[in-house]
């Protein structure tokens, strides 16, 4: 990487960072501390508010990366994490399960991956994007993992509503990141032919890796229904669940040596498809920890094996989204790709609680599985990210 391409991804990553760890705080902790509110005693509203920010950033992925395309990435950047701290510190200040619900959709409505990862593609070149991406997905993973240990710790000093305000304090944290740590962003591309929605909706490839960032994040959220339930079955108890997560979340990256390596070899298709298939293998796994005894030993081997392939694809998929789509369409095109996957986590927490509830665990893993296999299929056929692919051709 050059000294530009190195600070770029540094000081993105940060931006993801402080964003992702804002969020990924409240987390742990939301279900429970929520009940505290006027309201908080329906479960179905405590859901709605605890979900609502994956759906109001689905919606809204598309619209922002579409106007990063237009009027420019740091802009739309900067404007969407404003409108993520408004909500972080509306929903700090809330009284009750209402205003705290409208605080999170707020939150939800700074929807900036898209523009983020497009601005990150139009900073570096192609041959090393697949490791700037994976700071980014690594800073999102190592972020994940923190939060497990620290936000029951914070909690208990500043509450709820003070993780809330500590979001808000992130979020303002990555406006100056991006005013004063990113390098220059090229000027929107202007009289080059934009295209249109249907270009990328019509674009095989591109819909591919759509379907597959889907999947991707439905199973990373559906699978977590049940695998702290395992966890405790085998022996180790919720408040010690970090011990687990964090040692293979660090251990796991890695991985991400030879995800370069064979890049550097131009086996990054290989690479993508082997990740796919090995997380089909650990949903299969969990299933026979599922319906047999448990063992932690086993459970910490194939949560190592899921953060390598996860890991993985989220450095990978990106980068090859952001070769294949047409510049001037860049931020469009991830704009889908976000959007289905904040879909993606949707319809993960709700059907894997849904499966859970109507078949038990072992049904989910197996229908984890299956739709990976699924996955594996449709993008066996995709071309190796690069090669000429004319807009608009159908599968």
């Given at each position: 990487m050059s000294a530009t391409e190195r600070r770029a991804s540094a000081s993105l990553a940060s931006i993801f960072a402080l964003r992702m760890l804002g969020l990924f705080l409240v987390l742990p902790v939301f279900a429970m501390e929520a009940r505290r509110y006027p309201g908080g005693d329906d479960p179905v509203w405590l859901g709605l508010a605890m979900g609502i920010y994956g759906l109001t950033q689905g919606a809204l992925q598309l619209p922002f990366g579409m106007a990063s395309d237009r009027f420019g990435r740091k802009r739309v950047i900067v404007l969407g994490l404003l409108i993520?701290?408004?909500g972080s510190f509306w929903a700090a200040a809330a009284t009750d399960l209402t205003s705290l619900l409208l605080g999170r959709s707020l939150q939800g409505a700074g929807a900036v991956?898209?523009?983020v990862t497009a601005l990150l593609a139009d900073l570096t070149r192609d041959e090393v994007r697949t490791k700037a991406m994976a700071l980014v997905g690594g800073s999102i993973g190592l972020m994940f993992a923190l939060s497990l240990v620290v936000a029951p710790l914070l909690t208990a000093w500043i509450g709820l509503a003070g993780l809330f305000g500590l979001t808000g304090v992130l979020a303002l944290?990555?406006?100056g990141v991006v005013v004063w740590g990113v390098p220059p962003a090229p000027e929107p591309l202007t009289g080059q032919g934009r295209g249109h929605l249907r270009d990328v909706l019509q674009h095989a490839d591109l819909m591919r890796l759509n379907v597959g960032v889907f999947v991707l994040h439905a199973v990373q959220l559906a699978m977590w229904v049940s695998v702290p339930g395992l966890l405790v079955q085998a022996g180790l108890q919720?408040?010690?669940h970090w011990q687990v997560y964090l040692p293979v979340v660090l251990v796991s990256y890695l991985f991400l040596g030879l995800v370069f390596a064979m890049e550097r070899r131009g086996q990054l298709k290989k690479v993508f498809l082997c990740s796919i298939a090995l997380i089909a293998v650990v949903q299969l796994g969990l299933f026979w920890q599922s319906v047999g005894s448990t063992h932690l030993s086993e459970?910490?081997?194939?949560l190592l094996l899921f953060f390598c392939g996860f890991n993985?694809?989220?450095?990978?998929?990106?980068?090859m989204a952001s070769r294949i789509a047409p510049p001037a369409m860049r931020g469009m095109a991830l704009g889908v790709y976000n959007t289905l996957q904040s879909l993606g986590f949707f319809a993960g927490g709700l059907m894997g609680g849904w499966l859970v509830k109507s078949w038990g665990s072992p049904v989910l893993f197996l229908s984890c599985s299956l739709a990976l296999l699924v996955w594996l299929w449709v993008a066996?056929?995709?071309q190796t990210p690069g090669r000429?692919?004319?807009v608009g051709r159908l599968a």
């Amino acid at each position: 990487m050059s000294a530009t391409e190195r600070r770029a991804s540094a000081s993105l990553a940060s931006i993801f960072a402080l964003r992702m760890l804002g969020l990924f705080l409240v987390l742990p902790v939301f279900a429970m501390e929520a009940r505290r509110y006027p309201g908080g005693d329906d479960p179905v509203w405590l859901g709605l508010a605890m979900g609502i920010y994956g759906l109001t950033q689905g919606a809204l992925q598309l619209p922002f990366g579409m106007a990063s395309d237009r009027f420019g990435r740091k802009r739309v950047i900067v404007l969407g994490l404003l409108i993520f701290a408004l909500g972080s510190f509306w929903a700090a200040a809330a009284t009750d399960l209402t205003s705290l619900l409208l605080g999170r959709s707020l939150q939800g409505a700074g929807a900036v991956s898209a523009a983020v990862t497009a601005l990150l593609a139009d900073l570096t070149r192609d041959e090393v994007r697949t490791k700037a991406m994976a700071l980014v997905g690594g800073s999102i993973g190592l972020m994940f993992a923190l939060s497990l240990v620290v936000a029951p710790l914070l909690t208990a000093w500043i509450g709820l509503a003070g993780l809330f305000g500590l979001t808000g304090v992130l979020a303002l944290g990555g406006v100056g990141v991006v005013v004063w740590g990113v390098p220059p962003a090229p000027e929107p591309l202007t009289g080059q032919g934009r295209g249109h929605l249907r270009d990328v909706l019509q674009h095989a490839d591109l819909m591919r890796l759509n379907v597959g960032v889907f999947v991707l994040h439905a199973v990373q959220l559906a699978m977590w229904v049940s695998v702290p339930g395992l966890l405790v079955q085998a022996g180790l108890q919720t408040a010690q669940h970090w011990q687990v997560y964090l040692p293979v979340v660090l251990v796991s990256y890695l991985f991400l040596g030879l995800v370069f390596a064979m890049e550097r070899r131009g086996q990054l298709k290989k690479v993508f498809l082997c990740s796919i298939a090995l997380i089909a293998v650990v949903q299969l796994g969990l299933f026979w920890q599922s319906v047999g005894s448990t063992h932690l030993s086993e459970m910490a081997v194939l949560l190592l094996l899921f953060f390598c392939g996860f890991n993985a694809l989220e450095a990978t998929q990106p980068s090859m989204a952001s070769r294949i789509a047409p510049p001037a369409m860049r931020g469009m095109a991830l704009g889908v790709y976000n959007t289905l996957q904040s879909l993606g986590f949707f319809a993960g927490g709700l059907m894997g609680g849904w499966l859970v509830k109507s078949w038990g665990s072992p049904v989910l893993f197996l229908s984890c599985s299956l739709a990976l296999l699924v996955w594996l299929w449709v993008a066996w056929s995709m071309q190796t990210p690069g090669r000429a692919v004319p807009v608009g051709r159908l599968a």
